[in-house]
């Protein structure tokens, strides 16, 4: 009777029992090293519907790329898809993980419109993955209406880019497998972004990579987590004081809202050989062979 007991917990409870891993983990400084990519990257740009303005995706298609072949997506921020297809391709060849198409999100390019704001130095990054408020008033004159308008609202156009225009735009050019079975990743500020999309966009990505996320705690305790159905893997380092203790209330608010999750501590500061480090270590795991 007692086992059939602790079945059932487990079978409904199973995830409120997510636990974080207390250990430090060292992280691989050799991904970033310069190698040679044998599969494909296209850069694609276009008008957005979404974000009213010219913005680009760089696509990784992997060794063998068949377009009737179904591929396994993984979407990153931050202009990442060649550094992870250089962390990740030796895996896809060997067999050890299935294939995969890497879209990465590109940052704003500048636009037309921003010589208007003469020498300015707006930080469009910020403004559409935390908000306008990030935005420092050292930076733009908020009297100037114009550019109050193309800030304003950044966050959940840039949500509806990633989880409707892009997810579209590569639905419509390959076959994937379901939606809601792909990966969406992202660091600092790109960490928080993927957190509000998973909640926004609840039936968009079966897993959630945030690493070091920036932003305000008080907004993802806001988020509406009672559709997702995500996992989520998160972690951070532990000599970046701020985004360490970030990330473990970011968990603990998935814990408390019955959510899927790992996080990990690193021995290292804001890294980008950390945050490549848990990519590999994850993708490798979610879509090993």
């Known amino acids: 009777m007692n086992k059939i007991l602790i079945l059932l917990s487990i079978l409904t409870f199973g995830p409120l029992f997510s636990q974080i891993d207390n250990t ?44 009737d072949s179904i591929y396994n997506v993984v979407i990153v921020t931050d202009n990442q898809a060649e550094a992870l297809a250089n962390a990740l391709e030796s895996k896809i060849i060997s067999h050890e993980i299935k294939p995969l198409l890497i879209i990465g999100v590109n940052n704003r390019e ?17 403004s559409e993955m935390l908000g306008i408020q990030y935005v420092g008033s050292d930076e733009i004159d908020f009297s100037n209406q114009d550019l109050v308008k193309l800030l304003s609202n950044r966050v959940s156009k840039f949500c509806d880019f990633i989880a409707i225009e892009i997810s579209n735009y590569i639905t419509e050019h390959y076959n994937t497998i ?60 532990t ?11 970011l968990v603990k608010v998935l814990k408390a809202n019955g959510i899927e999750f790992e996080h990990k501590s690193f021995n290292t500061g804001h890294d980008y050989n950390m945050w490549l480090t848990y990519y590999v270590e994850v993708l490798s795991s979610v879509y090993k062979i």
């Open 110 to 126: 500048p636009q037309a419109i921003d010589s208007i704001y003469g020498k300015s130095k707006i930080d469009f990054r910020s």
């Open 24 to 67: 430090i983990y060292p992280v691989d400084s050799s991904l970033y090293k310069t190698k040679t990519i044998k599969g494909t990257l296209k850069t694609i740009e276009w008008e957005s519907k979404s974000m009213q303005e010219l913005r680009n995706i760089t696509i990784y298609e992997p060794v063998g790329f068949h377009k």
């Open 178 to 237: 379901p939606k809601n079975t792909w990966t969406l990743g992202g660091f600092s500020n790109g960490g928080a972004i993927v957190v509000h999309i998973s909640t926004t966009h609840p039936n968009s990505f079966g897993y959630i990579i945030s690493m070091s996320p920036g932003g305000s705690l008080e907004e993802r305790n806001n988020f509406d987590y009672s559709e997702t159905k995500s996992k989520y893997f998160v972690c951070a380092g």
């Open 239 to 249: 000599n970046e004081k701020s985004f360490h203790k970030s990330s473990l209330k």
